[in-house]
């Protein structure tokens, strides 16, 4: 069985294409120039400072809002393709959101675009799915994606694939991982899951992940009644209308870096 993470191979790595939705395209933590930084960027960086300047190519194809199918489809054939070092594959999220999905069936079409890229990619690296125990609206969910998590590690030890375990990550467990829209990371959030995939990889990394955040000012009933309102009808209603008329927040949204590029 193996390790989540690896013996330190990091220098050999010198390509890496993200693969996924909106959690790897970035979405809650903006750039200055309004494109989304996120946790593959994040962790590009990371990997590009132990390369020589210029040395080291970067792709990012997630779009915010695929279902696994779409992200089978439109990026696996690219990551494919593009044959870099490292792949990490974090997709299935918005199908288990899905009323009457199936983690089961999600597990094994997953499974199969995983034994398509190991085929290619020297390393591919799956992600699990967060423990939304503490999050509004998903926290219902929590045991289709505890058994779909299950089945990401199953499929990991299958495939001997490193796991980005994002369920054991205490600290994006905190309100202040999660953007306004409770649906998303922060920039520290982000930040946070950079530095364990990092370290899933064998880098050793400027900061643990799981560092306590500082204490949290107090908030009274009555102001956290008043965000969980704001946040419903800027967030929540929207979200639910977007599932009621079929519509996805990727629709005519392009992978904002579709070739491996010098960093």
Same mark, same amino acid.
């Given at each position: 069985?193996?390790?989540?993470? !690896?013996t ?14 909106? @959690?790897?395209? *970035? ?8 494109? @989304?930084?996120?946790?593959?960027? =994040? #962790?590009?960086? %990371? ?8 040395d ?8 915010? *809002?695929? %279902? ?19 792949? !990490? $594959?974090?997709? *299935? ?22 034994? =398509? %890229?190991? /085929?290619?990619? *020297? !390393?591919?690296?799956?992600? !699990? /799915? $967060?423990?939304?125990? /503490? ?31 994002? +369920?054991?990550?205490?600290?994006v ?10 649906? &998303?990371?922060?920039?520290?959030? &982000?930040?946070?899951?950079? %530095? ?5 990889? /064998? ?27 704001? +946040?419903?009808?800027?967030? #929540?209603?929207?979200?639910i ?6 519509e ?16």
């Amino acid at each position: 069985m193996p390790d989540d993470s !690896t013996t330190d191979k990091s220098d050999a790595i010198g390509s890496y294409a993200a693969v996924g939705d909106s @959690f790897t395209e *970035g979405v809650g933590d903006p750039g200055p120039d309004g494109t @989304f930084i996120g946790w593959a960027d =994040r #962790l590009a960086v %990371l990997l590009s400072d132990r390369r020589p300047e210029h040395d080291f190519r970067y792709a990012n194809l997630a779009v915010r *809002g695929r %279902l696994l199918d779409q992200i089978v489809e439109e990026q696996v054939p690219r990551a494919v393709e593009l044959a870099p070092d490292l792949v !990490t $594959f974090c997709a *299935g999220g918005n199908d288990i959101l899905r009323p009457g999905s199936d983690p089961d069936d999600v597990a094994e079409r997953y499974e199969a675009a995983v034994a =398509r %890229l190991t /085929g290619t990619v *020297g !390393t591919v690296v799956l992600c !699990t /799915g $967060f423990d939304t125990r /503490g999050i509004p609206v998903l926290r219902h969910l929590r045991g289709k994606i505890a058994t779909y998590t299950a089945h990401v590690r199953a499929i990991a030890d299958r495939y001997e694939s490193p796991v980005l375990d994002l +369920w054991s990550l205490r600290s994006v467990q905190d309100r202040r991982a999660w953007d306004a829209d409770r649906l &998303h990371l922060s920039p520290e959030g &982000h930040t946070r899951v950079a %530095l364990r995939a990092a370290q899933v990889l /064998g880098l050793e990394v400027p900061a643990d992940p799981d560092q306590a955040w500082p204490p949290e000012r107090f908030r009274a009933p009555a102001e956290i009644r008043r965000d969980n309102i704001q +946040w419903a009808r800027e967030y #929540l209603v929207p979200w639910i209308g977007r599932r009621l008329r079929g519509e996805s927040s990727g629709d005519n949204v392009e992978p904002k870096r579709p070739d491996l590029l010098p960093l």
